[in-house]
């Protein structure tokens, strides 16, 4: 499961949003909301921002009513920009939270909140990974 999360927090983020008052804290989220495919603009663990080169931001979510894809991207030692991983698993959302089962069953539940502004629409994603480090990830969507 912890591939799961790992691939998901990757693809989720690359464009700064303020803070969590631009969502919609407190309201439902479905999947009809998701839909489509969505580019990483912001990546954060414990609120410090993670730095994002240009081949980490070809990084992406995709949502069908069921299924999430995600396309890691990032830069090998060669100075290359590479596909690092691709997977797609089963979600669903209640509200604000979204569980991603993997392909052998196992579960990450976080939370998922949706904004929309004059910039677009984004999706911000938060779970709990390895040691109990918030990893905090915000995807505008590119297919608008």
Do not use: P
């Not at 989220?29 to 998701?34: G, I």
């Not at 929309?116 to 938060?126: I, K, L, N, W």
Request: overall charge negative; hydrophobic content about 35%.
């Amino acid at each position: 499961m912890k591939k799961v999360f790992v691939l998901l927090s990757v693809a989720l983020t690359m464009f700064s949003c303020s803070d969590d008052d631009d969502f919609n804290d407190g309201f439902a989220v479905s999947s009809s909301d998701l839909i489509g495919t969505w580019a990483l603009v912001v990546d954060s663990e414990d609120n410090s921002g993670i730095s994002l080169d240009d081949c980490d931001k070809l990084s992406t979510v995709t949502f069908t009513e069921t299924i999430l894809t995600t396309e890691t991207f990032y830069t090998n030692d060669e100075d290359v920009c590479e596909l690092d991983n691709s997977s797609s698993d089963n979600y669903t959302v209640s509200q604000t939270t979204i569980t991603v089962t993997g392909d052998e069953g196992e579960t990450d539940e976080g939370e998922i909140l949706v904004s929309s502004d004059e910039a677009g629409t984004f999706v911000q994603m938060t779970f709990i990974i390895e040691d109990g480090v918030e990893r905090q990830t915000t995807h505008r969507k590119v297919d608008e």
